[in-house]
């Protein structure tokens, strides 16, 4: 299922999406979505180890996973389940980012499921990133303009494995659910309702016009408060 009735925006809204970085999106979404100001978004820090890679923006692609056990399952069923969630992956509607709630609770990020191999192989599959408060390695070895937000950098994978997938997750504050969009970069990831992701790259642009006459003077040597004051006047009228 998808985050709205509404069907999916086509490829030039999601293209406009990633003009933008992830707070001016929760910018955008506070005019065009304000029930969605305290929602919808990571709220804890994540690690970004490509801070210089652009926004990325793709419908999500979910799992749980664990490391602090093994998973119980014969070899061959734990194959087969590792089969299926890249099945899943590489499956839908597109493009694709993957969305990971490591439910070790507070030992989350023992085992790192991200690495060079699973970095290639999701890229492969037709995902732009993950964002998940596990952990990720080999960092060096990543895939290529592949983003990673994590919640930690470690050295071992230890027992990790994938405990479901295609359920509903939380990650570092944010609710995501199968098939939601998802914009994500350095700042971290918001969830856009389908029915306001083709609004947004307008209201992004009023933000930006809202902000100027701010900046420019915040930024002026001839800064005073009263000339701030004059400045936010200006910027409430903008529309």
Not at 77 to 105: F, M, N
Not at 135 to 162: C, E, K, M, N, Y
Request: hydrophobic share 40%; charged share 20%; aromatic share 6%.
């Amino acid at each position: 299922m998808t985050n709205s009735a509404t069907g999916p925006p086509p490829a030039s809204v999601l293209e406009a999406l990633g003009r933008y970085d992830t707070p001016t999106i929760c910018n955008a979404m506070e005019i065009v979505a304000p029930e969605r100001r305290l929602i919808g978004y990571t709220t804890r820090p994540l690690v970004c180890p490509f801070p210089n890679l652009p926004p990325i923006v793709g419908y999500a692609r979910t799992a749980t996973i664990r490391s602090t056990m093994a998973s119980g399952l014969p070899a061959a069923e734990q194959k087969a389940r590792r089969l299926a969630y890249y099945e899943y992956v590489g499956t839908g509607i597109g493009p694709r980012i993957s969305v990971i709630q490591d439910i070790d609770g507070p030992d989350a990020g023992y085992g790192a499921f991200w690495g060079e191999v699973n970095s290639a192989v999701h890229r492969a599959l037709g995902c732009l990133g993950v964002v998940t408060d596990g952990s990720i390695r080999d960092i060096p070895q990543w895939a290529p303009d592949f983003q990673a937000l994590a919640g930690t950098i470690g050295p071992s994978h230890a027992h990790v494995h994938v405990s479901e997938f295609g359920n509903e997750i939380r990650v570092a504050g944010m609710s995501v659910r199968s098939d939601d969009l998802i914009h994500a970069d350095q700042h971290g990831a918001v969830v856009i309702p389908l029915d306001v992701a083709a609004k947004l790259p307008e209201a992004a642009e009023l933000c930006g016009r809202r902000e100027t006459p701010i900046l420019d003077i915040a930024r002026s040597p001839s800064f005073t408060l009263e000339k701030l004051k004059e400045a936010m006047a200006r910027s409430s009228e903008i529309h």
